[in-house]
């Protein structure tokens, strides 16, 4: 659809959405200049230079206070930048603001002044899209270097171009002023991107008064790698299943793979059969404990250095979830067990033995998490550490569109598995965890006590399973070889990964392969909060916020 008929298109007629879709379109008056639907929202038309006083309206008068995701991609005639807006109140209230601008003009208002998240949001969709967004307060590169020429997305771009990076290996260091302008009184410091202390190859550009923090500046990119793109060159069907498990590659593969499996499966139609629901639901939460116990360990690390006790203790029952996985899928990292439609194989046999090893291992859970709040949340120096640090208030975690864990320990009751409900959940008996402490023990609190829940999601999903008909045991779906959704189909559809809100952005085109795939990290999200956390905290309080925060920069990068 072109620029000039996106504008002057009259609402489709649908007979689900409309009505929210009219009613918004009146809220917005003459600020919308055209209309779509996507799946699962209406879609409204902005005007690039008006899209702060749309987006303040949506937020402030219709309640939609979590930006969860931006979209920025370029067509034959047009940019287009798509704001995926919904509640977190009620999650499943979703609207799509569009905002194409001229492919000689592409100069679009920045979204940051509503929604603190569009910040680097935004800075990707200029990196890689090439969008200029104007009043943003920081527009420059953030996975790729500043001498980088082009943006790699745009239908122009030369990837055979010669790229020249700066080297600087005989500079002296001290050279430059690495002091704040006019304080003699601060210094500059680099921390990371060495990978041990910085949770994977992270940057944080530190200004410090002392050990104060006053300034601070999370530069990631180091590990981009090019994901959706993967994703744009595979075919649903068969190709893009196996990338999922490599964005969190530490535990959450299992909850990636149903990110992608959900977008694409509500994207073509295609009903799970209720079997095969059970066992993703089940391998899902033996995931999220996976996670949420190398996150136990690892700040445990962070904060005190307990590296013989908690560290190998939070690794011995991580690493029985990983043996159940394997049994499960073949596999202990890269797992590819789902399938659209299902999963690719049922439980392994003997089912006996295999109930009886998942059994086990949650009889020896309260004992174990027992022995962690010993250990732990009991331990002074931990309390000292983090009760009171790192403090994210609940509106400014929403505003820079925090999820998961990290906003639930900010008092946000809000989850997807419950909020927008998907596999079996709404059918099994379980708590969504919330702290109100907004610092870091809260955070560590709702991930210890998340485990308690996710064992008992597990122990449900057993007892469903070993007492399922043998000939009802349906593992997939009758999904077609090759699927094509029609063109100009788009969607996001998410899922409550172990850090968050993991959410896939498609739009067909009419073939096998999708036209744009974005990738919503919470990691990305969540990492933004940082700053927030630390500034005006001393050094060691920021390396326990950032601990809390439980990122993977194989997410956060893509």
Partial sequence: ???????????????????????????????????????????????????????????????????????????????????????????????????????????????????????????????????????????????????????????????????????????????????????????????????????????????????????????????????????????????????????????????????????????ADIEVPEYAQIIRTMGAELCRIASHMIALGTFALDVYGDFTAIFMYAMRDREIVQNILEDLTGQRMMFNYFRLGGVVWDLPEPREEFFEKVRDFLDGLPQALEEYHDMITSNEILQARTVGTGVLPPEVAKSYGATGPVARGSGIDYDLRRDDSYGYYDELDWDVVVEDGCDNFSRLLVRMREVEESAKIIQQCVDLLEDWPED???????????LKPEEDTEIYRAVEGAKGELGIYIRADGTDKPARFKIRSPCFSNLQTLPEMSEGEYIPDMIASLGSLDIVLGEVDR
């Fill in 472 to 482: 009802e045991r349906n593992i997939q779906a009758n999904v077609p070889r090759t």
């Fill in 1 to 267: 659809m072109s620029l000039e008929e996106q504008q002057s298109d009259e609402p489709a007629e649908l007979e689900s959405g409309v009505s929210r879709g009219d009613e918004l379109a009146d809220l917005l008056g003459d600020l919308v200049v055209g209309r779509e639907e996507h799946m699962n929202a209406p879609g409204l038309v902005i005007r690039p230079d008006e899209v702060q006083d749309a987006l303040f309206k949506l937020r402030d008068e219709a309640g939609f206070d979590h930006l969860s995701c931006v979209t920025a991609q370029e067509y034959e005639d047009r940019y287009e930048s798509v704001y995926h807006l919904t509640k977190f109140d009620d999650r499943t209230d979703e609207v799509s603001v569009v905002v194409p601008t001229s492919k000689d003009n592409p100069v679009s208002q920045s979204a940051e002044p509503v929604y603190r998240t569009a910040d680097w949001h935004e800075r990707e969709a200029y990196d890689l899209v090439g969008i200029q967004y104007e009043d943003h307060p920081d527009l420059r590169r953030i996975l790729l270097p500043e001498t980088w020429q082009g943006h790699p997305l745009g239908l122009d771009y030369d990837q055979d171009r010669p790229q020249i990076a700066t080297l600087r290996e005989h500079a002296n260091p001290l050279e430059e002023d690495h002091r704040a302008a006019g304080d003699n009184n601060t210094m500059y410091i680099n921390i990371g991107p060495h990978h041990p202390a910085t949770h994977g190859v992270l940057h944080v550009e530190t200004v410090v008064d002392g050990e104060q923090v006053v300034d601070l500046d999370a530069d990631i990119g180091y590990l981009h790698r090019c994901e959706e793109q993967m994703c744009q060159q595979g075919t649903y069907r068969h190709q893009i299943m196996p990338y999922p498990d490599r964005w969190d590659y530490i535990s959450a593969g299992l909850l990636n793979e149903w990110a992608y499996a959900r977008t694409a499966e509500d994207l």
